[in-house]
C-alpha cells in the first residue's frame, strides 16, 4: 500500500459536495441564536447632503422594535474603516460606519432598526425619518475634477482620492522614436461581484467576558478582527470572526463594511445577539461597486509591431469613499496594464476621484480586466495600422521564460510589497499556440469580417496575466486527533472555490494519508493565532505551501517521537503511509503518538506574487439590425505552474469567463444626475443565464512550475475574466470591419452595438 | 394581521404551521420548519436559488405566500434522494463539477429534478431552457449543464433496466 499519493494533479471530486448537494450547506442566514433580534439598516435616499436629522419616534413606538440606533450611539469620533492598502493621500477619504452629519452616497448608512423579526425591522425602517438637506450631487468625472462641490470640504483641496503612476524606462524618448504610435480613448463601466447570497452577519457580545463574536466573515477574516478590536477598543483576543459556508465572494464580500461594525456595536449594546441579513435590493447600493474607467492611452511601436513604449492616463470613480480595497483597481490598471508583453517603457498616470455613488472596491481580475481591454484593444488597431497579422503583433511581444524574471512597472507612491513586482516564469507563447489551435484560428478566420446569414462574424485573440499569491504570509496547524484522523487548521478562508478539496490534497499527498482522514477548518480566527484569507488568488499558493510546511513538520515530529518510543534513533526510523517502522520491523500508526501531542505548524513566507499567463480567442456573430453579438465559440488557455486540481480550476476559469462576458454586454450600475442609483432588482442587472454563453472550453497547461513556492503553483482561476473584455471587443470590431466601427467602450450591449452601426449625422 | 393555521406537506411529511398572511412560503420553509436547502437570493423571483416543487411544478418559494399551499405537497432538496444514496442529479452534479459555492445548488437540482420529469431526454438547448429561471454566479453553467444531461441519461438508462 506504500505507494505515494497523487491526489495533486489527479481528477478529486470535491469534498465540500456531499453537504451542498442535499441541502445541508450552513450559509449565514442558516445560522441562528435563541433570543436573537434583526436588523434592518436605514439608507440615505439622498446622494449628498446635510443630515440634520432623524426621528426614529414612531418607529420606535411599534411592538417588537427593540431600538434604533444612529451615529448618536457611537461613543467619541465615527470610527472610519481602515485601508488594505495604506498610502498618504487617502487618508482623509476613509469611510465612516455611519453618517453623522453629512451624506455622500445613495445607500450610505444612517440608522440602524433593531426588531424582533426581519419583517418587523424592515417596517419600522421604513418609519424612521432622516431630514437631509440635499447638496448638489457629484456624479461624472467633470464634475468631480471641478470639484463642483467638495465632497470633503474642509479637509481635503480636491476631489483626487489619490495619483499613481506606473513608471518604467523612459516613454518619452520611445514615443519620440517609434515608426507608430495609436492612441483612443476608453472606457468599462461600473459593475459589482454580485455573489448569489448577498452578505450577513450575526453578532454576539459576551459582556462577562467581553468578547466579541461576529459569524459571516469571508475573505479575510484576521484583517477584520483587527479593524473591528480598535474600533471597539478591545484587545484583539477579544474578538473573533467566524466563518460558515460562503455563497461566493469575487473580490466583493468580505471586506469590512459598516454594517460590520453597526451589527457588533447593536449587540454590545442590547446584550443581545443581532443578525442582519442583506436583501438584494440593498446589496446593489451597500457591496462595492468596481470597474467604472476611463482611459486615454497611446502605444508606441516599430515598424515590425514591437511595443516601445506606453503612456497615457487613467480616471476612476471610486465612489463616495476609499474603501479597504479601492485603490486596489486603480493601482492595478495602471501595473498590468502592459500584460504579459514586453513592454520596455511606461509612462502611466491613474487618478481616483471621489463622486456620489457607492463606494468601490474590487470586483474578480481588479484593474486588469479594464487594462487588458485598454490595450488588447490598442494591440489591434496597431496590428492594423502596421498591416500585420493580429496574431504576429501579439507574438512577437509576448514574454520569453528567459526573459525571467521580468519586471514590470513600478507604482508611486509606493503602496506595499507589490509596488516593484516581476513576472516569474513562463513561455508565454506556448499557452497563445495551445489556445489558437484548440481554437482552429485559421479554420475560423474564413469567416472573419463576413457577412453570413444576416449576421457578421468576427474573431480575435487577446493574452493576459493574472497576478496571484499575494503576500506576506499564511499560517497553518495540522494535529493527529485521538482517533487518528488528521486535523487540518490553515488560515485561508472558502468562498465557494473548493478550498476544502486543495487543501486536504495537498495535506494527504504530503503526510502519505487517504484524503478521507484529512479534516480541514479554515476560516475563523478561532482556529489559528493569525492568519491572512482568500483574496487575490492566493489560497492555493499561501494556503497550499503554509499547509505542506505544516504537514512536514508534523512528520519530523512524528519521527522523533517515534524514535523515542522504539528507542533507536530518528535516521532509523523510516516514515511512510502514516506509519513510522523502526529497524527491527516495528511499526507505530499516527495514532499511536497522537496522545503526544502530534502536531506540526507553519508560517509560509512569501511576498513574490506569481503570474499566471493564459489567451482567449473568440468567435462571434453580430446582428446588424438588433444590435446583438453572439459568443459562438470561446477557448481560454492557461499555464498555471502546477495544476493542484484541474476539476475546480477549470470550473473557476469557466464562470469567471462567462462572468466576463456579464461584464462585456449586460451587467451595469448606471446613476441619475442627482446621484440615485437605477438598479433595484436582478430584472435591472443583467447577469449571464444558462441559455447565454454556451460555448466556453478551457485547457490548462503546466510546464512552468513558479519558482516563488516549493509546490510551484501559481494563482488561477480569476484570470479567466481578465481577457475577456479585450477579446469581444476587437472581435467586434473585427466582424464589423467594413463600417470602420472603434468599440472602445463596454458595455457592448446591442444598444450600443447598433448606435456604433448607425451613428448620429 | 392574524396567524392562521394552514396544513402543508413537505418531503412527504405533514406539517401544520402558524402563518401571517403575508408570510412567504421560503420563510415558513426556512425559520418554521428548519429546511434550509432553499435559499433567497433576491425576493422577486429572479434568482431561482429558493426553488422548490408543489404539486408536480417548479416554483420560486420567494414568491407564493404560504396561505397559497395549504393543502399541497412540496418538495424541497432535502426530499431528494434518500439518507444512504443521493439523487442521480445529485451524484451527477458532484461528478461534474456543477457547483462551487453551492448556494444556488439545492434550487438547481430541484429545478433540474422536475425539468427532467417533464422532459426525461432533453436535448442540451433544451436543458438551457428550463434552466434559464436559475441563476448560478460561479460556474458559467457549462458543468450544470453536463450534470442534468448525464443524470438524465443515467435515469433513462436505470429506467430502461427495471423494465
Redesign the interface.
Known amino acids: 500500500m506504500n505507494t505515494p499519493n497523487t491526489y495533486i494533479g489527479g481528477h478529486v471530486e470535491r469534498v465540500e459536495d456531499a453537504r451542498f448537494l442535499r441541502g445541508a450547506g450552513r450559509y449565514i442566514d442558516d445560522v441562528t441564536r435563541e433570543g436573537m433580534l434583526h436588523a434592518c439598516v436605514v439608507r440615505s435616499a439622498v446622494a449628498h447632503g446635510r443630515l440634520v436629522s432623524i426621528d426614529a419616534e414612531e418607529a420606535l413606538a411599534m411592538p417588537g422594535v427593540h431600538a434604533v440606533l444612529t451615529a448618536a450611539d457611537v461613543t467619541g469620533e465615527i470610527p472610519t474603516i481602515p485601508f488594505r492598502r495604506p498610502n498618504p493621500k487617502i487618508g482623509p477619504y476613509a469611510q465612516p460606519v455611519i453618517a453623522r452629519e453629512r451624506v455622500r452616497y445613495f445607500g450610505e448608512p444612517v440608522a440602524l432598526v433593531l426588531a424582533d423579526s426581519p419583517e418587523l425591522a424592515e417596517d419600522a425602517a421604513e418609519l424612521v425619518l432622516p431630514e437631509i438637506e440635499p447638496l448638489p450631487a457629484v456624479v461624472t468625472r467633470d464634475a468631480a475634477l471641478a470639484a463642483e462641490p467638495l465632497l470633503f470640504p474642509g479637509t481635503t483641496e480636491d476631489n483626487l482620492a489619490a495619483v499613481f503612476t506606473a513608471g518604467k524606462g523612459d516613454a518619452e524618448a520611445a514615443f519620440a522614436g517609434a515608426a507608430l504610435v495609436v492612441g483612443d480613448s476608453f472606457s468599462t463601466q461600473r459593475q459589482t461581484a454580485l455573489p448569489l447570497e448577498t452578505r450577513g452577519l450575526l453578532a454576539e457580545w459576551d459582556a462577562d467576558a467581553q468578547h466579541l463574536t461576529v459569524h459571516g466573515a469571508a475573505k479575510l477574516p484576521f484583517f477584520n478582527r483587527r479593524a473591528m478590536a480598535k474600533m471597539m477598543d478591545l484587545p484583539e483576543t477579544s474578538v473573533d470572526y467566524v466563518e460558515h459556508d460562503v455563497g461566493g465572494g469575487f473580490g466583493a464580500r468580505g471586506e469590512f463594511y459598516p454594517e460590520d461594525f453597526l451589527v457588533a456595536l447593536a449587540a454590545r449594546i442590547t446584550g443581545r445577539p443581532v443578525k442582519w441579513v442583506e436583501d438584494r435590493r440593498e446589496h446593489f447600493a451597500a457591496i462595492a461597486h468596481s470597474r467604472e474607467a476611463e482611459a486615454q492611452v497611446e502605444l508606441a511601436l516599430d515598424a515590425s509591431g514591437r511595443i516601445l513604449g506606453l503612456r497615457g492616463e487613467m480616471f476612476m470613480n471610486v465612489g463616495a469613499y476609499v474603501r479597504p480595497n479601492g485603490m486596489t483597481p486603480v493601482r492595478n490598471c495602471a501595473q498590468f496594464m502592459s500584460g504579459p508583453y514586453r513592454v520596455p517603457n511606461i509612462a502611466l498616470q491613474a487618478t481616483a476621484y471621489v463622486a456620489n455613488k457607492t463606494p468601490a472596491g474590487t470586483f474578480r481580475g481588479p484593474g486588469r480586466y479594464e487594462g487588458s481591454f485598454f490595450i488588447e484593444r490598442l494591440l489591434d488597431m496597431a496590428a492594423a495600422r502596421l498591416g500585420l497579422d493580429r496574431r504576429t503583433i501579439r507574438q512577437v511581444n509576448l514574454l520569453t521564460n528567459a526573459e525571467m524574471p521580468y519586471p514590470l512597472a513600478q507604482i508611486r507612491p509606493s503602496d506595499g510589497s507589490r509596488a516593484e513586482t516581476s513576472c516569474d516564469s513562463g513561455e508565454y507563447s506556448e499557452a497563445f499556440h495551445r489556445c489558437l489551435q484548440a481554437f482552429d484560428w485559421e479554420e475560423k478566420e474564413k469567416l472573419d469580417g463576413r457577412l453570413i446569414d444576416g449576421r457578421y462574424h468576427g474573431i480575435a485573440v487577446s493574452c493576459f496575466i493574472e497576478g496571484g499569491a499575494s503576500g506576506p504570509a499564511e499560517t497553518a496547524r495540522i494535529q493527529v486527533a485521538g482517533d487518528g484522523g488528521v486535523e487540518v487548521y490553515v488560515g485561508s478562508s472558502a468562498i465557494g472555490q473548493g478550498l476544502e478539496t486543495v487543501m486536504a490534497q495537498i495535506a494527504a499527498d504530503t503526510l502519505g494519508l487517504p484524503m478521507e482522514c484529512i479534516r480541514i477548518y479554515h476560516g475563523s480566527t478561532t482556529y489559528l493565532a493569525e492568519g491572512w484569507g482568500s483574496y487575490g488568488s492566493r489560497a492555493t499558493v499561501m494556503g497550499g505551501n503554509a499547509v505542506r510546511e505544516a504537514a512536514l513538520a508534523l512528520l519530523a515530529r512524528f519521527r522523533a517521537l517515534a524514535a523515542r518510543r522504539l528507542g533507536v534513533g530518528e535516521a532509523e526510523v523510516s516514515v511512510v503511509g502514516g506509519q513510522a517502522v523502526g529497524p527491527d520491523g516495528a511499526v507505530l500508526d499516527l495514532a499511536d503518538l497522537a496522545a503526544e501531542g502530534l502536531a506540526g505548524e507553519a508560517k509560509f513566507l512569501n511576498s513574490d506574487a506569481t503570474y499566471t499567463n493564459g489567451t482567449a480567442a473568440v468567435h462571434v456573430a453580430v446582428d446588424p439590425e438588433t444590435g446583438r453579438v453572439e459568443v459562438l465559440d470561446y477557448v481560454v488557455c492557461d499555464e498555471v505552474g502546477r495544476i493542484v486540481n484541474a476539476l475546480t480550476l477549470h470550473g473557476q476559469v469557466t464562470g469567471a469567463a462567462v462572468q466576463g462576458f456579464g461584464s462585456v454586454f449586460g451587467e451595469e450600475l448606471p446613476y441619475d444626475d442627482d446621484g440615485a442609483l437605477l438598479v433595484g432588482t436582478l430584472a435591472d442587472y443583467l447577469v449571464p443565464l444558462a441559455t447565454d454563453y454556451p460555448r466556453v472550453r478551457c485547457l490548462s497547461l503546466e510546464s512552468y512550475p513558479s519558482p516563488t513556492n516549493p509546490l510551484g503553483a501559481k494563482g488561477a482561476g480569476e484570470g479567466g475574466i481578465i481577457p475577456v473584455g479585450g477579446a469581444v471587443a476587437n472581435a467586434v470590431a473585427s466582424a464589423l470591419r467594413a463600417f470602420g466601427v472603434a468599440p472602445n467602450h463596454l458595455p457592448l450591449s446591442p444598444a450600443r452595438v447598433w448606435a456604433l452601426l448607425n451613428p448620429p449625422d | 394581521m392574524g396567524k392562521q393555521h394552514y396544513q402543508i406537506t413537505v418531503n412527504g411529511e405533514p406539517q401544520d404551521v402558524l402563518a401571517e398572511p ?1 408570510e412567504l412560503l421560503i420563510h415558513t420553509l ?1 425559520e418554521q420548519l428548519r ?10 423571483s ?2 431561482g ?1 429558493c426553488t422548490v416543487d408543489i404539486d408536480g411544478r417548479s416554483v420560486k418559494s420567494c414568491t407564493v405566500f404560504t396561505a397559497q399551499v395549504a393543502g399541497k405537497e412540496i418538495t ?3 426530499g431528494l ?1 434518500s439518507p444512504d444514496a ?1 439523487h442521480p442529479l ?1 451524484e451527477a ?3 461534474h ?1 456543477g ?8 434550487g438547481m ?1 430541484t429545478r433540474a429534478y422536475r425539468l427532467l420529469q417533464e422532459n426525461p431526454s432533453p436535448t ?1 438547448e433544451e ?3 428550463g ?2 429561471g ?12 453536463k450534470a442534468i444531461l448525464a443524470a438524465a441519461a443515467e435515469m433513462n438508462a436505470s429506467k430502461e433496466a427495471a423494465e
Open positions: 403575508r426556512r429546511i434550509t436547502g432553499p435559499h433567497i437570493g433576491c425576493e422577486t429572479h434568482c436559488a424541497t432538496v432535502e434522494g443521493m445529485q452534479f458532484r461528478e463539477h457547483l462551487q459555492c453551492g448556494y444556488c445548488t439545492p437540482i442540451e436543458v438551457r431552457f434552466m434559464a436559475n441563476l448560478c454566479r460561479c460556474t458559467g453553467y457549462q458543468n450544470i449543464v
